[in-house]
Every structure is written in C-alpha cells, then in structure tokens.
Antibody, heavy 119, light 107 residues
C-alpha cells in the first residue's frame, strides 16, 4: 500500500525557515517524480514544486521561487521542502503527492502538515 | 503560466439532480486535465484523468468532457456522499495549476 507521511510543520515567525519531510513507502520511490501542493485555510489547492527521480530537475511556482527548495533522498525514500523567508501567505497545509505510474495525475497524497507563519 | 478558471465557486443541488462544473484554461491544453474531489480535512482524490477518463472504482455517475480550453465535469444523479469540493487541474505546463474549486452542497 502506498503511503506518504508528511512531517515538520508548525508555527514559525515571518522571515523564518522550516523544513518539511515526506516519507514514502509501498512503491519504488526512486522511480517517481514527487510534488508538493499546499492549501491555505479555507482556500483552494495550489501546486508548489516538483522534483524528478534523481533530484536534478526541479520546478517551482512563481510564488515560492527563490525561497523554497525541493530535494530528495532516495536512500531514505524521503522528499523535502526547505522553506525560507516565510511569509504569512505561506500559511497552509502542505501535501506531498506522487503521480500515478505512467500518468500525469496525482494518484496518492499524504495527509498533509500544517505550516503557520505568524508572529 | 496557464490559469484555470472554474465555475461556479459553489452550488447547492438536490439528491438526484444533474450537476455540471466548468473549467476554462487560458490557453490550449488539449486534454491535459484532471478532476479531483476533496472532502473536509482530507486529501484530494482523483476522479477523472485526461479530461474524460474515469478512474477505476469511481462511480459511473461522474464524467468529464472537453478539450482545448473548455472542460466540463458532470455528476448525473447527485448522491449525498458527493458533497465536497471539486477541482480541475491542468498538466500541460510544467507549472501545474488547479482551478479555484467548486464547493458542492446538498439542498
């Protein structure tokens, strides 16, 4: 069974940093691109970032470019999201997600981890 | 970046009704569109992929159509368990984008 478990969320002050982790199991992690999607309280889904299978290709939404860094450790089956220079508008539940095999749809999601940016 | 405009933002319908949600892209995305359902406090679930293909195990009352810039998601014979928020999502562009969501309630 595919499992994605996010961790690392919490309360952080504006301008601060946080690193999110997403531990994967139940599938060949190193063969899949991984994504982060966020959802502000009461708002819609927003795609944040993605990383290819070996970590060499990374893409970011304009709203986080230059502040967030996605990375992965295939030996640990874990994808990370390093978030720097955090702003109030980054407050959201952050989900990691994987695409279905050979598809372009998100077939598995984690439960999400809440990041709150507030003084 | 490709923007997705979804409408309506909310709607209320009765059990048994036919419900339609539309999604419009700012440029041609061929059929590179998925539809998801999200229930409160839960992660989204895929319902429709490649604009019109029903994910295995999803009830046949759900359907999708369209190509290019205009897409439609339909629920035939709305059921109580269908309440939630529905999102379209394009994958034609490297920067994936979602529609704003449609919150569906039962009258």
């Amino acid at each position: 069974e595919v499992q994605l478990v996010e961790s690392g969320g919490g309360l952080v002050q504006p301008g601060g940093s946080l690193r999110l982790s997403c531990a994967a199991s139940g599938f060949p992690f190193s063969s899949y691109w991984m994504h982060w999607v966020r959802q502000a309280p009461g708002k819609g889904l927003v795609w944040v970032s993605r990383i290819d299978t070996d970590g060499n290709s990374k893409t970011y939404a304009d709203s986080v470019k230059g502040r967030f860094t996605i990375s992965r450790d295939n030996a640990k089956n874990t994808v990370y999201l390093q978030m720097n220079s955090l702003r109030a508008e980054d407050t959201a539940v952050y989900y990691c997600a994987k695409l279905g095999s050979g598809t372009s749809n998100f077939d598995s999601w984690g439960q999400g981890t809440l990041v709150t940016v507030s003084s | 970046d490709i923007q997705m405009t979804q409408s309506p933002s909310s709607l209320s319908a009765s059990v048994g009704d036919r419900v339609t949600i539309t999604c419009q892209a700012t440029q041609d995305i061929t059929n590179s569109l998925n539809w998801y359902q999200q229930k409160p406090g839960k992660a989204p679930k895929l319902l429709i992929y490649d604009a019109s293909n029903l994910k295995t195990g999803v009830p046949s009352r759900f359907s999708g159509s369209g190509s290019g810039t205009d897409f439609t998601f339909t629920i035939n014979s709305l059921q109580p368990e269908d309440i939630g928020t529905y999102y379209c999502q394009q994958y034609d562009d490297l920067l994936r984008t979602f529609g704003q969501g449609t919150k569906l309630q039962i009258k």
